[in-house]
């Protein structure tokens, strides 16, 4: 008796111990970017992403991996559809985009934020396509991240919108009289917005003076460029590229003595948070952004004063964007009675009906809300933006 009796403990003992092992196991796979927000597997919806998280570019990804999990956060406390969110570095590059792309599908993901510039995006929209993953990206402006692939959405302009935007906006509001243009004709987002904005000038008449390029072989020595717009007499330049790039040329114009006006573009948005840059030189900078972090609303502020909270700076324009990504996702899949326990080509399919006839309400777009067409092109209003005091105010 007493043999049976010990015989049966250590039975229960051994299961006991199965049980606590099968336990410590159920949790959430490792997320190399350290931007996970756990969760079981089985009741959130697992939602990846690629972005600059190191490199040059590092700014936007950051911000927009932050944006992306103050909303996830904030939907996972409404305590109904839940999320899991994981962001690999791809720090700018199509080759690593494609692998992180590769360890998010290990992991998972169900449904996607593309990648967040342009160039990598090009490449996981490809994926994205293939593997009926949905995409919905933040900020990758190029139309060759949607073209050809239902599934692939963007919540930011296009290059084509934005710089035909631009110069709509510098001549109904007599900005310029005599404008110089310095692109970046090794960049997709460069010159997708270049071609564009010149295209507009010349429909509305705008006088471009002064025409000038660089690349990557030589992007740090502005002078022949800006040379050529001071003897040109611009009062205006148009700077359709990153914000790094653009402190350079500021800097460089000030030694110069050269003080035209300035007027860029989203992938401006950042320009005061550069290294060593001088942000006086950037008083006056103007730029199109779907985002105004000064806007009075109480949905702005908010999102406002949790990301200083969180991150001592004020959100731009990317941060904003990808909180707004998780807030349409989570109204599409609402609206579709989506589950997490759907294949990813169900959601595909479900999302697709959804994003195409539904408005969603938020920190980047107006009152009328935002629309997607079914390239996957949003139409929604920018917002023209001035720096003054260092901060972004709004021009209109």
Not at 353 to 361: D, G, V
Request: hydrophobic letters at 35%.
């Amino acid at each position: 008796m007493k043999k049976k009796k010990f015989l049966s403990l250590a039975l229960a003992a051994v299961m006991v111990m199965g049980c606590l092992a099968g336990c410590g196991n159920d949790s959430s796979p490792s997320d190399e970017s350290g931007s996970g927000s756990g969760g079981e597997t089985t009741s959130a919806f697992k939602i990846g992403g690629t972005g600059p998280l190191t490199s040059d570019a590092a700014i936007y990804g950051n911000a927009a991996q932050r944006g992306a999990q103050i909303a996830v956060d904030e939907v996972n406390a409404m305590g109904g559809i839940q999320f899991e969110l994981n962001y690999q570095d791809d720090a700018h590059d199509p080759e690593k985009a494609t692998n992180a792309y590769g360890k998010l599908m290990d992991w998972g993901m169900q449904l996607s934020l593309g990648s967040v510039t342009s160039k990598p995006a090009e490449a996981t929209s490809v994926l994205n396509y293939e593997d009926r993953i949905f995409a919905l990206t933040p900020s990758a402006s190029s139309p060759a991240t949607t073209e050809g692939k239902d599934n692939v959405f963007q919540l930011c302009f296009t290059d084509s919108g934005q710089g035909a935007k631009s110069a709509e906006y510098i001549s109904e509001k007599g900005l310029g009289a005599k404008i110089a243009v310095i692109w970046k004709n090794d960049d997709v987002y460069s010159k997708g917005l270049y071609d564009t904005f010149m295209a507009e000038a010349e429909k509305r008449g705008l006088n471009v003076v002064s025409d000038t390029t660089f690349n990557d072989g030589n992007k740090t020595d502005f002078s022949v460029q800006l040379g050529e717009a001071q003897s040109s007499g611009a009062d205006l330049v148009f700077l359709p590229m990153y914000y790094d790039v653009a402190a350079l040329i500021l800097s460089q114009a000030s030694t110069m003595g050269y003080s035209p006006k300035w007027f860029g573009v989203d992938g401006m948005d950042g320009i005061l948070s550069v290294d060593g840059f001088d942000t006086s030189l950037a008083e006056g900078v103007m730029l199109l952004t779907p985002f105004n972090a000064d806007d009075e609303d109480e949905k702005t502020k908010a999102f406002v004063a949790k990301y200083q909270e969180l991150y001592g700076e004020t959100p731009n324009q990317f941060a904003a964007d990808a909180y707004d990504c998780i807030y349409a996702y989570k109204q599409a899949l609402e609206a579709a009675g989506c589950t997490p326990d759907m294949s990813s080509e169900e959601l595909c399919d479900a999302m697709i009906k959804q994003f195409t006839t539904m408005t969603f309400h938020g920190l980047t777009s107006d009152e009328s809300g935002m629309t997607w067409d079914e390239t996957g092109t949003v139409s929604k209003s920018p917002k023209g933006m001035v720096i003054q005091n260092g901060v972004y105010v709004g021009l209109d």
